[in-house]
């Protein structure tokens, strides 16, 4: 008889965790679509120019736009994105100042600083270097799939 108890509990064990495995992926999922860009994938790719228009000196700039889904809401949110070449390598500065996050402008008129935060005149070299200012990191640089030929576009991976 105490057999057969311990065999019923062991039994009943197996069938709720069996029950909880779908509960907790269903609960997973939700939370990863929630915090994803809208759409309910996790990285969405965004044509920014073709690679033969990124210059070797100086900066290309592209605003994205994409949609993030925080919660129930979806918010649209455009970003300014600074493109250039570092030894060869296509890279893509984030516009966001590694200081406070202000938006950093670009400023055509400087070769050295071109890279502008307006909130505390803080300023940034064009491979995203701090130049002068409070900031102490330098801009991020964002994730990028490069094409093969240079009639392709460059993609940035959100
Ligand atoms: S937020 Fe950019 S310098 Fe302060």
Not at 55 to 67: F, I, K
Request: charged share 25%.
């Amino acid at each position: 008889m105490n057999d057969q108890n311990e065999r019923r509990g062991f039994l009943l064990a197996c069938v709720g965790a069996l029950a909880a495995v779908p509960i907790l992926g269903g609960a997973f999922a939700a939370l990863r679509t929630m915090l994803s860009p809208a759409g309910g994938t996790s990285e969405v790719r965004q044509s920014l120019c073709k690679l033969s228009e990124v210059p070797a000196e100086g900066l290309l700039e592209r605003t994205v736009s994409y949609r993030l889904r925080r919660g129930p809401a979806v918010e649209t949110i455009s970003r300014k994105v600074f493109l250039t070449r570092d030894e060869g390598q296509v890279i893509a500065l984030s516009s966001r100042c590694t200081h406070l996050g202000c938006a950093v402008n670009l400023d055509k008129e400087s070769t050295t600083a071109p890279l502008i935060c307006p909130c505390h005149d803080g300023r940034f070299d064009a491979k995203g270097a701090v130049i002068d200012g409070p900031a102490t990191r330098p801009l991020e640089r964002l994730k990028l799939e490069i094409p093969e030929e240079e009639d392709g576009s460059v993609l940035l991976i959100l």
